[in-house]
């Protein structure tokens, strides 16, 4: 039913006969069939599994190709951190903490926002607990916390619960409906183990690529256009901020018209980076060594755009020539173009040439991320099925939506001695995910093509707007509830909201030009 990586697929009832032979073995039975131990499943089976009424009633299993063991035991040194990290709004937050107690608090703190365009440098600032202070939602926009962790307490959550079979190191071969019964699907597994589910859920549409027999069986299709584009993950040192500064809970995002990148602090001197561009940018980078990624991490929230632009092409005809941008050449370019802008020395927003050395910090300091001092680990994110642009981080979010809705569906059929099994039953779960995940698709979809452009008037006026959106604290406040699940209607309708807005504008802005225009010419004519 959804395209979105981590938001549940469809639940399906299809009955197509597919034709492959299969040595006679026993089959397991089962209520229900969990396919993909990413967080959303891992998710999904500990809030059904946290259900008295589900347990008594209703025979589980888990299934993931992966070694979850390894997740189980996953450990870092203090102040390490993974770079796969997930920003959680206050509505999956809540829903963690009630379902899962614990689950919420390791490693997260609630964050500021700071965002704004990468060529007309409009900005917008979101403090939940400045613009919610005297309001009765929650005074916080999200957290954020690492995918292992969160991953690593379900799975320890399942251990203490014991009623959920986690079937791990096997991958779904085939998925055929039961011929000879009530058409139930049969699950068969590497391992030779055959599962009868009379319902099997698709909690990572797609996880194991594109001819996966999950989604061959479901006949869930994917629908869209692509973006072009890669993600640049990583793990950042820096130094802690100072003691006139404010502390490492601001996020920081920059939309460059090649993608947006995105600071997300972690604890006072590491953050994690997720760096959206086009893919032979994504991979130079990688190529490029740490230290010249350091480098343009840096100038990328700094430098105007002209600057990244020709930043990236020499590192791109460095690669063409069979070699890396040294990082000195990197230093010396970088050098040059903050005096070519005449970035002030004592300005935060000068790196190489810069003359500061401590004591009290430079009065934009807050405008921008701490300097990047080194990269604990960076690489290229590749999702396999991941449909919706993650310049929001709302695909988790959906997913953990997706989940309590489920979860709760299923608890309510069982409190009516309802089948599970029967369409009309779960019926309630798609009629109001599905507008709910769309409604946020289209919001973002929209996002990412409003900052890719760089035609005059379309920058002219989404700035407008933007800047215009930071001086009204009401509006401000309406976006961190929206962003935050605060309110019923979920994120998307501010920013759909602002982005129509700022087409409108660019129109506006368009005519009045071809006006003006024209009335010159005419006058010219006379």
């Not at 797609?206 to 692509?226: K, N």
């Not at 994690?272 to 990624?293: D, F, Q, Y």
């Not at 979010?397 to 089948?419: K, P, S």
Request: charged share 20%; proline share 4%.
């Amino acid at each position: 039913m959804f395209t979105v990586k981590e938001v549940l697929g469809r639940i399906s009832c299809q009955r197509r006969v597919l034709h492959r032979s299969f040595a006679s073995e026993s089959i397991q039975d089962k209520d229900v069939v969990i396919v993909g131990g990413g967080p959303v499943g891992l998710a999904l089976a500990s809030a059904i599994g946290s259900n008295l009424l589900v347990r008594e009633s209703l025979n589980v299993a888990l299934i993931d190709a992966e070694d979850l063991s390894k997740i189980r035991d996953w450990s870092l040194p203090h102040d390490t951190f993974s770079n796969r990290v997930s920003s959680i709004t206050n509505s999956s937050r809540i829903f963690l903490e009630v379902s899962f107690h614990d689950i919420a608090k390791a490693h997260c703190f609630n964050i500021v926002h700071r965002v704004w365009d990468g060529i007309s440098d409009a900005r917008i600032l979101f403090d939940a607990a400045e613009l919610l202070s005297n309001s009765a939602e929650s005074s916080e926009m999200a957290r954020l916390m690492e995918n292992l962790n969160l991953q690593r307490a379900f799975l320890r959550h399942l251990d203490k619960l014991g009623s959920i079979q986690v079937l791990q190191k096997v991958k779904v071969e085939l998925i055929q409906p039961e011929v000879d019964s009530n058409g139930w699907p049969l699950v068969h597994l590497s391992d030779g183990t055959t599962i009868r589910a009379r319902l099997l859920i698709v909690s990572e549409v797609g996880a194991d690529g594109f001819s996966s027999p999950v989604r061959s069986y479901a006949g869930i299709s994917s629908y869209g256009w692509s973006y072009d584009m890669q993600a640049v993950v990583a793990t950042l040192n820096h130094a802690p901020r100072g003691a006139f500064e404010r502390p490492n809970h601001t996020a920081y995002q920059r939309f460059h018209p090649t993608g947006p990148i995105a600071f997300l602090p972690l604890s006072p001197t590491v953050s994690s980076l997720v760096w959206s561009t086009k893919p032979r940018h994504a991979a130079a980078l990688c190529k490029s060594g740490p230290e010249v990624l350091a480098s343009m991490i840096n100038a990328a929230f700094r430098l105007p755009e002209v600057s990244i632009w020709y930043l990236h092409d020499r590192i791109l005809e460095a690669e063409a020539a069979g070699a890396t941008l040294s990082h000195d050449a990197m230093k010396d370019e970088i050098a040059f173009r903050e005096r070519s802008h005449n970035i002030l020395k004592y300005s935060a927003y000068a790196f190489v040439t810069s003359a500061l050395s401590g004591g009290i910090a430079p009065d934009d300091s807050d405008s921008i991320p701490p300097l990047v001092s080194s990269i604990q680990v960076g690489t290229i994110a590749r999702d396999a099925a991941h449909t919706i642009h993650p310049l929001a981080g709302q695909g988790l979010n959906l997913g953990l939506g997706n989940v309590e809705r489920l979860a709760r569906c299923i608890d309510q059929t069982l409190r009516h001695d309802g089948d599970i099994a029967l369409y009309t039953a779960l019926r309630p779960y798609p009629s109001e995910r599905y507008f709910a995940n769309h409604k946020v698709m289209s919001a973002v979809d929209k996002l990412h093509k409003l900052y890719s452009s760089t035609v005059e008037p379309i920058v002219w006026a989404r700035s407008v707007g933007l800047e215009v959106a930071n001086e009204l604290d009401s509006i401000k406040a309406a976006f961190v509830m929206d962003a935050g699940g605060g309110r019923s209607t979920g994120f998307g309708w501010g920013w759909d909201l602002l982005v129509r807005g700022v087409e409108g504008l660019a129109i506006g802005s368009s005519a009045a030009r071809m006006l003006r225009e024209g009335i010159g010419s005419s006058r010219f004519l006379g």
